[in-house]
C-alpha cells in the first residue's frame, strides 16, 4: 500500500525564520513520483515540484529547497527566511508506477504553516 | 492562459437532493482528475479519465457517485440522494499527458454543503 505521512500539524514561526516540514512516504514500487503543493488560504493548490524516484539531488529555487533521500524514504521541503506570504497549508503526494491503468495522487494530511510577523 | 476552472464555488443542498459540479479543465490537457478534500484533510482521489473514458473509478465512494467526460474536456462531477457526509471540498485537476507522475494543475475547488 501507498502511504505519505506528515506528521507536523501545525508549525508556527516568525518572520525570517527557516523552516522544514516533513514528509515521510511507503511504496513498494521502484518507479514513483513525489511532490509538493501549497494550499492558501484562498483554498487552490497550486503546484511547487515534481521529483521522480530516480532523481535524488536536492532542488533549490529561491528561498524554497527540497531534499530526496530514499534510504529514509522522506522528501523534506525547507523555507528559508520564511514571510508571512508563506501562511498556508502544505501537502505532500505520492503517485506510483501504476502501469498506465491509473495517475492518482495519495496525499498525506498536511502541514499547517503560520509565519507570525 | 487559463488554470482549470470549476462551477459552481459554492453548492449548498438538502439531504437526498441531486447536484452536479462542474470542471473546466486547462485548454489541451487529455487527463483529468476529480479528488474530495475533508475539513483538514488532505484530498482524496475520486476518478481518474483519459480522454472520454474513466480509466480509474476505484475512489468513487459508493454508486450514488457518477462522472462524464463526453467530449474529452469538460468533466461532470453527479451526486444523487446526496447525504450530509458528502459535505467536501470537491477538486478537479487536470494533466497534459498521461504519462506516470505527470504534474496534475488544480482548480479552485466546489464547496458543498448539504444541509
Known sequence: AQKVTQAQTEISVVEKEDVTLDCVYETRDTTYYLFWYKQPPSGELVFLIRRNSFDEQNEISGRYSWNFQKSTSSFNFTITASQVVDSAVYFCALSGDYGGATNKLIFGTGTLLAVQP | ?115
Request: hydrophobic share 30%.
Open chain 2, 1 to 115: 492562459g487559463a488554470g482549470v476552472s470549476q462551477t459552481p464555488s459554492n453548492k449548498v443542498t438538502e439531504k437526498g437532493k441531486y447536484v452536479e459540479l462542474r470542471c473546466d479543465p486547462i485548454s489541451g490537457h487529455t487527463a483529468l482528475y476529480w479528488y474530495r478534500q475533508s475539513l483538514g484533510q488532505g484530498p482524496e482521489f475520486l476518478i481518474y479519465f483519459q480522454g472520454t473514458g474513466a480509466a480509474d473509478d476505484s475512489g468513487l465512494p459508493n454508486d450514488r457517485f457518477f462522472a462524464v467526460r463526453p467530449e474529452g474536456s469538460v468533466s461532470t462531477l453527479k451526486i444523487q440522494r446526496t447525504e450530509r457526509g458528502d459535505s467536501a471540498v470537491y477538486l478537479c485537476a487536470s494533466s497534459l499527458r498521461r504519462l506516470p507522475g505527470d504534474t496534475q494543475y488544480f482548480g479552485p475547488g466546489t464547496r458543498l454543503t448539504v444541509l
